[in-house]
């Protein structure tokens, strides 16, 4: 007796999503939580989230204060970071290695041709985003790319410099950050936002104020401001996601 083979799931997009430093995959299942439940119900996304290359921080061995066990360990990071501005409260980007982008933008770029062509050539059902150092390399990844995609979310990041000295194309953006951030100043992301404003990108800038778990200013942390950043992605989305009614589930 042949045994039944499950029929695949047919996914209408794609998102392929990015990680902050140090963290992982696993920890961005929160995103799929939220995002599920933004989007219209004939919508069946499919996520991708990409682990960064562990490897040592060149900060942590510059700085005295940080004890030798903890500067010889390996951390993921989708590239390495040069200076640590924020600890520091220096309102201006941080040094990092150009090359470390370099090398993982053209990694993502073929995950994103992969799904294009799981799309069947129909590259705006394919979106890429990330939170903090994963948001800037998902907004890297986005505007370097060669083809129109669905948009790019960028979540408590920015866009880096580095980014400004390759080949850009027009995106449509999302990008959210919270006035309080400590960790990647909302100076230096609102900064290089206006930038692509004026090249003329079509980017839709979130900023909130609170804290909705602590009752404080909100931060880098996931939660901040999450009621008004999925409210907005959600209305965002509804723009951007393209339904064929003959998608089957």
């Known amino acids: 007796m042949k ?3 499950q029929k695949k799931q047919k996914y209408s997009h794609s998102l392929i999503f990015l990680h902050g430093f140090t963290a992982n995959s696993c920890e961005m299942e929160f995103y799929r939580t939220k995002i599920n439940d933004i989007v219209p119900d004939n919508v069946n996304m499919k996520y991708i989230f990409l682990n960064a290359p562990r490897r040592k921080v060149s900060y942590f061995r510059l700085k005295e204060k940080y004890k ?4 010889k360990s390996l951390y993921q990071a989708w590239y390495d970071y040069l200076s640590d501005n924020a600890q520091s409260k220096i309102e201006i980007e941080d040094i990092i290695n150009t090359k470390h982008v370099d090398q993982q933008r053209k990694r993502i770029h073929k995950f994103i041709e992969k799904e294009i062509k799981y799309h069947k050539g129909d590259s705006k059902k394919v ?3 990330g939170y903090s150092q994963g948001a800037c390399m998902a907004l890297d990844s986005g505007i370097t790319f060669s083809k129109k995609i669905g948009g ?6 920015h866009i880096l410099g580095h980014t400004d000295t390759a080949k850009k194309y027009k995106q449509d953006i999302f990008v959210s950050n919270s006035k309080g951030d400590q960790t ?3 100076s230096v992301a609102k900064k290089s936002y206006l930038k692509y404003k004026k090249y003329n990108f079509n980017i839709k800038i979130i900023v909130h104020n609170e804290g909705e778990l602590r009752g404080r200013p909100a931060g880098h942390n996931m939660e901040d401001g999450q009621k008004k950043e999925f409210s907005e992605l959600g209305k965002w989305l509804q723009t951007k996601l393209k339904i064929n009614k003959n998608i089957n589930n």
């Open 3 to 5: 045994r039944k083979t």
């Open 68 to 71: 030798k066990p903890f500067c």
């Open 127 to 129: 979106f890429i985003g």
């Open 152 to 157: 790019i979310i960028g979540i408590k990041g």
């Open 184 to 186: 990647i100043y909302f």
